[in-house]
Protein backbone atom coordinates (compact mmCIF):
# COMPACT_ATOMS: atom_id res chain seq x y z
CA UNK A 1 0.00 0.00 0.00
CA UNK A 2 1.53 3.41 -0.82
CA UNK A 3 1.71 6.31 1.13
CA UNK A 4 -1.42 8.02 0.07
CA UNK A 5 -3.20 5.30 -0.31
CA UNK A 6 -2.26 4.29 3.69
CA UNK A 7 -2.83 8.10 4.43
CA UNK A 8 -6.15 8.13 3.23
CA UNK A 9 -7.41 4.87 4.80
CA UNK A 10 -7.24 6.95 8.02
CA UNK A 11 -9.88 9.46 9.77
CA UNK A 12 -9.52 12.77 11.56
CA UNK A 13 -10.57 10.92 14.67
CA UNK A 14 -7.57 8.89 13.76
CA UNK A 15 -5.20 11.79 14.56
CA UNK A 16 -7.11 12.87 17.61
CA UNK A 17 -5.09 12.28 20.70
CA UNK A 18 -7.84 12.29 23.29
CA UNK A 19 -11.47 11.10 23.90
CA UNK A 20 -14.11 13.38 23.97
CA UNK A 21 -14.96 11.95 27.55
CA UNK A 22 -11.34 12.70 28.67
CA UNK A 23 -11.52 16.08 26.73
CA UNK A 24 -14.93 17.46 28.95
CA UNK A 25 -13.83 16.01 31.88
CA UNK A 26 -10.52 17.96 31.83
CA UNK A 27 -13.01 21.30 30.86
CA UNK A 28 -14.79 20.77 33.96
CA UNK A 29 -12.20 20.36 36.50
CA UNK A 30 -10.49 23.54 34.78
CA UNK A 31 -13.29 25.40 34.93
CA UNK A 32 -14.49 24.47 38.10
CA UNK A 33 -11.49 25.84 39.61
CA UNK A 34 -11.59 29.17 37.97
CA UNK A 35 -15.39 30.10 37.30
CA UNK A 36 -14.94 33.42 39.94
CA UNK A 37 -12.76 34.82 37.67
CA UNK A 38 -14.84 34.23 34.89
CA UNK A 39 -17.64 35.73 36.72
CA UNK A 40 -15.71 38.66 37.48
CA UNK A 41 -14.95 39.31 33.76
CA UNK A 42 -18.43 39.22 32.85
CA UNK A 43 -19.28 41.81 35.67
CA UNK A 44 -16.07 44.27 34.74
CA UNK A 45 -17.10 43.48 30.95
CA UNK A 46 -20.56 45.06 31.18
CA UNK A 47 -19.35 47.51 33.30
CA UNK A 48 -16.67 48.84 30.49
CA UNK A 49 -19.22 48.76 27.94
CA UNK A 50 -22.07 50.77 30.01
CA UNK A 51 -18.74 53.23 30.11
CA UNK A 52 -18.10 53.55 26.81
CA UNK A 53 -22.34 53.84 25.80
CA UNK A 54 -22.23 56.87 28.41
CA UNK A 55 -18.73 58.07 28.17
CA UNK A 56 -17.36 57.07 25.09
CA UNK A 57 -14.61 55.45 26.64
CA UNK A 58 -13.48 52.86 24.98
CA UNK A 59 -10.01 51.55 26.06
CA UNK A 60 -11.20 49.62 28.93
CA UNK A 61 -13.39 47.79 26.30
CA UNK A 62 -10.00 46.78 24.38
CA UNK A 63 -8.28 46.32 27.26
CA UNK A 64 -10.19 43.62 29.03
CA UNK A 65 -11.18 41.83 25.09
CA UNK A 66 -7.57 41.27 25.02
CA UNK A 67 -7.72 39.66 27.70
CA UNK A 68 -10.16 37.25 26.94
CA UNK A 69 -7.72 35.98 24.17
CA UNK A 70 -4.81 36.24 26.36
CA UNK A 71 -6.15 34.65 29.66
CA UNK A 72 -6.70 31.12 28.14
CA UNK A 73 -2.97 31.40 27.43
CA UNK A 74 -1.27 29.83 30.69
CA UNK A 75 -4.83 29.03 31.85
CA UNK A 76 -5.73 26.61 29.50
CA UNK A 77 -3.75 26.34 26.30
CA UNK A 78 -0.85 25.62 28.43
CA UNK A 79 -1.96 24.60 32.02
CA UNK A 80 -4.43 22.50 30.67
CA UNK A 81 -5.05 21.36 27.49
CA UNK A 82 -1.01 20.78 26.48
CA UNK A 83 -1.38 17.80 28.70
CA UNK A 84 -3.50 16.40 25.84
CA UNK A 85 -2.97 18.40 22.81
CA UNK A 86 0.61 18.79 21.63
CA UNK A 87 -0.50 21.63 19.53
CA UNK A 88 -1.64 23.26 22.40
CA UNK A 89 1.44 25.83 22.36
CA UNK A 90 0.54 26.93 19.16
CA UNK A 91 -3.04 27.73 19.79
CA UNK A 92 -1.78 29.34 22.48
CA UNK A 93 0.67 31.82 20.81
CA UNK A 94 -2.29 32.24 18.39
CA UNK A 95 -4.47 33.84 21.18
CA UNK A 96 -1.88 35.95 22.68
CA UNK A 97 -1.19 37.12 19.20
CA UNK A 98 -4.79 38.46 19.02
CA UNK A 99 -4.27 39.92 22.14
CA UNK A 100 -1.41 41.86 21.09
CA UNK A 101 -3.12 43.22 18.06
CA UNK A 102 -5.93 44.25 19.49
CA UNK A 103 -4.20 46.80 21.74
CA UNK A 104 -2.05 47.19 18.91
CA UNK A 105 -5.60 48.19 17.23
CA UNK A 106 -6.66 50.78 19.96
CA UNK A 107 -3.38 52.32 20.12
CA UNK A 108 -3.24 52.87 16.33
CA UNK A 109 -7.44 53.69 15.59
CA UNK A 110 -8.76 54.17 11.90
CA UNK A 111 -8.90 57.92 11.31
CA UNK A 112 -12.51 59.34 11.00
CA UNK A 113 -15.60 58.34 11.62
CA UNK A 114 -16.77 54.23 11.77
CA UNK A 115 -19.51 54.12 9.81
CA UNK A 116 -21.85 51.08 11.37
CA UNK A 117 -25.08 49.46 9.73
CA UNK A 118 -27.92 49.57 12.87
CA UNK A 119 -28.41 46.18 11.67
CA UNK A 120 -24.96 45.23 11.85
CA UNK A 121 -25.02 46.96 15.58
CA UNK A 122 -27.85 44.79 16.57
CA UNK A 123 -25.94 41.81 15.68
CA UNK A 124 -22.90 43.01 17.46
CA UNK A 125 -24.58 43.52 20.95
CA UNK A 126 -26.66 40.04 20.20
CA UNK A 127 -23.07 38.29 19.67
CA UNK A 128 -21.24 39.85 22.92
CA UNK A 129 -24.37 38.80 24.95
CA UNK A 130 -23.96 34.76 23.61
CA UNK A 131 -20.61 35.18 24.32
CA UNK A 132 -21.52 36.76 27.95
CA UNK A 133 -24.35 34.93 28.91
CA UNK A 134 -25.64 32.44 26.53
CA UNK A 135 -22.53 30.17 26.17
CA UNK A 136 -22.15 28.63 29.23
CA UNK A 137 -25.74 26.93 28.16
CA UNK A 138 -24.15 25.44 25.31
CA UNK A 139 -23.17 22.57 27.37
CA UNK A 140 -26.16 21.90 28.47
CA UNK A 141 -28.12 22.01 24.87
CA UNK A 142 -25.57 19.68 23.61
CA UNK A 143 -26.04 16.70 26.06
CA UNK A 144 -22.83 17.54 27.76
CA UNK A 145 -22.49 17.82 31.81
CA UNK A 146 -23.06 21.21 33.08
CA UNK A 147 -19.95 22.09 34.62
CA UNK A 148 -18.44 21.68 31.64
CA UNK A 149 -19.67 25.17 30.26
CA UNK A 150 -17.12 27.15 28.06
CA UNK A 151 -17.01 30.66 30.33
CA UNK A 152 -15.57 33.32 28.73
CA UNK A 153 -12.22 34.48 29.21
CA UNK A 154 -11.09 31.05 30.66
CA UNK A 155 -12.13 28.82 27.43
CA UNK A 156 -11.03 30.45 23.87
CA UNK A 157 -14.50 29.80 22.15
CA UNK A 158 -16.34 32.60 23.91
CA UNK A 159 -13.65 35.14 22.85
CA UNK A 160 -13.92 35.09 19.31
CA UNK A 161 -17.93 36.48 19.14
CA UNK A 162 -16.95 38.71 22.33
CA UNK A 163 -14.31 40.65 19.59
CA UNK A 164 -16.39 40.15 16.78
CA UNK A 165 -19.38 41.78 18.54
CA UNK A 166 -17.43 44.39 19.52
CA UNK A 167 -16.25 44.97 15.86
CA UNK A 168 -19.62 44.80 15.03
CA UNK A 169 -20.19 47.54 17.48
CA UNK A 170 -17.49 50.03 16.51
CA UNK A 171 -17.22 49.24 12.81
CA UNK A 172 -13.18 47.59 12.90
CA UNK A 173 -12.97 46.06 9.29
CA UNK A 174 -9.18 45.50 9.51
CA UNK A 175 -8.57 42.01 7.64
CA UNK A 176 -6.14 41.03 9.75
CA UNK A 177 -7.53 41.67 13.43
CA UNK A 178 -10.10 39.06 12.17
CA UNK A 179 -7.85 36.53 10.88
CA UNK A 180 -7.01 34.23 14.06
CA UNK A 181 -10.69 34.36 14.87
CA UNK A 182 -11.12 32.66 11.87
CA UNK A 183 -8.37 30.53 12.07
CA UNK A 184 -9.47 29.44 15.25
CA UNK A 185 -13.32 28.90 14.13
CA UNK A 186 -11.99 26.38 11.58
CA UNK A 187 -9.55 25.13 14.46
CA UNK A 188 -12.45 24.77 17.26
CA UNK A 189 -14.97 23.64 14.77
CA UNK A 190 -12.91 20.50 13.33
CA UNK A 191 -11.93 19.31 16.92
CA UNK A 192 -15.67 19.63 17.76
CA UNK A 193 -16.74 17.88 14.65
CA UNK A 194 -13.92 14.86 14.91
CA UNK A 195 -15.33 14.32 18.70
CA UNK A 196 -19.06 14.10 17.25
CA UNK A 197 -20.17 16.93 19.80
CA UNK A 198 -23.52 18.34 17.79
CA UNK A 199 -22.53 22.20 18.36
CA UNK A 200 -19.67 22.32 16.49
CA UNK A 201 -21.59 24.47 13.53
CA UNK A 202 -21.81 27.15 16.89
CA UNK A 203 -18.56 29.32 15.77
CA UNK A 204 -18.52 28.85 12.41
CA UNK A 205 -22.18 30.49 12.17
CA UNK A 206 -21.34 33.50 14.67
CA UNK A 207 -18.31 33.89 12.59
CA UNK A 208 -20.63 33.53 9.53
CA UNK A 209 -23.05 36.32 10.63
CA UNK A 210 -20.29 38.79 11.78
CA UNK A 211 -18.80 38.66 8.48
CA UNK A 212 -21.95 39.77 6.83
CA UNK A 213 -22.41 42.36 9.33
CA UNK A 214 -19.32 43.54 9.15
CA UNK A 215 -18.65 43.87 5.33
CA UNK A 216 -21.68 43.21 3.41
CA UNK A 217 -24.67 45.46 5.07
CA UNK A 218 -24.94 48.69 4.02
CA UNK A 219 -23.58 51.37 6.38
CA UNK A 220 -25.32 54.02 7.73
CA UNK A 221 -24.97 56.34 10.77
CA UNK A 222 -21.43 56.59 12.19
CA UNK A 223 -19.32 56.61 15.73
CA UNK A 224 -16.37 58.68 16.21
CA UNK A 225 -12.75 57.22 17.38
Do not use: C
Not at 41 to 51: A, I, K, R, Y
Not at 120 to 144: C, D, Q, T
Amino acid sequence: MSFWETLQSYELADFLMFSPAVYFRMVEAYVGSWWPLALAFVLGFSGTLWLWYQKGQDLPVWGLLAAASVMPVPLFFLGRYAEIMTAAPAFATLFALQGALLLIARAHPVKGPAHVSPIGAWGGAALMIVALVLYPVVAMLAGRAPAAFEAVALMPDPAVPLTLGWFLLVGERRLLLWVIPFLWVVISAGILHTMGEPDYWLLPVLFLLAAVGAFLLPRSGAIKN
